[in-house]
């Protein structure tokens, strides 16, 4: 593997997804990952389906599961073992990082408490992701992303109206707090570079997602509003959202008055009507701005609309089905689409990093991305090599000559 983390060890103890989405984007960056789970049936998203790549068998695999665990390794251990508490003893003694999303309090009672992990390893940095926090009045509720959704604010700004709060499509409380997961993990591994200590980060699906109210958190601390769901169409900015046409619809943003004066000129509008000619004016009567728009669109097919607006310099784009997303020539460009060999579901296709890097030269830049990802792994599939990895180098003395790493993968 390679990247910039590159020789940083994550082991990886969280199931379903804000903890293993932290784990992957980890490893695309280049951190070798050794993810944990338990016998038998192993993390809990490997049986989150359907869909399976293959539809029958004890061996088929979600394809949730595919979708945040690429560029990892698998071991199974149980934790209430003792031969197995004292492999992953020898995991956090060789670790960077290790990644934990039990509820609060469990990881202390398998033997692992935050005091335990810092004798082992003064230089260990640990993410803990839980679903409320790990204290406070609510610090011990298991944390679910709707429910996070709904508690942290997110579906009461979501929907057609205030009576119809709606989830995001994906689960954007799990996804954000494993994005902020790893941020934080990054900014302890840098701290340790001046301190040579580790620490403990927290965070949860709550702080994920009170950390992205962004201007609706501020409209309502500092201008005293409470916002509720309004559709397709911006609170603040108008005309911004999503307006429908002959066949069907497209999105457009005017977030200058420059823009809806350009938007006005290709369309023949006057941008100074009365009630129109500033975005205040045009937020206060947003219905009004819909309807003359969504009027003058009404006999205009949606390519044609898309390339006027174009033309005329105004932001504009399609809802496009995730089909047509993948199948999009752009998205292939930016290397979001990765091509791995799964030991048993064969040839896939995965959604990829949405990082780039580029190294500059005297004749330009060059790409250093990662292009050499792993597939997800079969359960326990890494066991027999972790474990032969740790008998020769977790301090075991070595014949003379040999050439022992200093305790990373390499």
């Not at 038998?40 to 049986?47: A, I, L, P, V």
């Not at 997961?181 to 840098?190: C, E, H, P, T």
């Not at 100074?272 to 206060?284: I, K, L």
């Amino acid at each position: 593997m390679s990247g910039p983390l590159d020789g940083v060890l994550v082991v990886d103890l969280t199931r379903a997804l804000a903890g293993p989405h932290a784990g992957m984007m980890l490893g695309d960056l280049g951190a070798r990952v050794i993810k944990v789970e338990s016998p038998g049936s192993g993390d809990d998203s490997r049986g989150w389906g359907p869909p399976f790549v293959q539809p029958e068998g004890a061996d088929r695999e979600s394809t949730y599961f595919f979708a945040a665990n690429r560029n990892k390794e698998s071991i199974t251990l149980d934790l209430k073992d003792a031969g197995d508490k004292e492999v992953l003893t020898q995991l956090v003694r060789r670790a960077d990082v290790l990644l934990e999303n039990f509820r609060p309090g469990t990881l202390a009672k398998l033997g692992f408490g935050t005091e335990v992990l810092a004798e082992l390893n003064p230089r260990l940095v640990t993410l803990a992701i839980s679903g409320f926090g790990h204290d406070g009045p609510e610090g011990g509720r298991a944390g679910y992303d709707q429910i996070a959704q709904g508690e942290a604010g997110l579906m009461s700004m979501t929907g057609s109206g205030p009576e119809d709060p709606q989830k995001v499509g994906v689960p954007i409380s799990d996804l954000l707090a494993g994005m902020y997961g790893a941020y934080g993990v990054l900014a302890a591994l840098l701290e340790r570079e001046r301190t040579g200590r580790g620490q403990v980060v927290r965070t949860s699906l709550l702080s994920a997602v009170v950390g992205v109210h962004a201007y609706q958190g501020t409209a309502h601390t500092v201008g005293g509003k409470v916002p509720r769901g309004q559709g397709n169409h911006h609170p603040s900015i108008s005309p911004y959202g999503l307006f429908h046409c002959a066949g069907g619809s497209v999105q457009l943003s005017c977030g200058s008055e420059g823009l809806w004066r350009r938007l006005c000129s290709e369309f023949g509008l006057d941008p100074d009507a009365p009630g129109f000619a500033t975005n205040g004016e045009r937020v206060a009567r947003r219905q009004e701005v819909i309807e003359l728009l969504e009027a003058t669109f009404a006999g205009i097919e949606a390519p044609e609309l898309l390339a006027r607006l174009a033309a005329a310099g105004v932001p504009a784009g399609k809802v496009r089905t995730l089909d047509e997303v993948y199948a999009w020539d752009q998205v292939e460009s930016q290397g979001l689409k990765i091509e791995v060999e799964h030991a048993t579901a064969g040839r896939l296709t995965l959604p990829g990093p949405p990082l780039r890097f580029f190294a500059p030269g005297a004749d330009g830049e060059v790409e250093t991305t990662r292009r050499d990802h792993t597939p997800p792994p079969v359960l326990g599939a890494d066991g027999d090599a972790v474990r032969a990895w740790l008998s020769t180098a977790d301090g075991v003395p070595q014949p003379a000559g040999d050439d022992v790493e200093d305790g990373h993968a390499t």
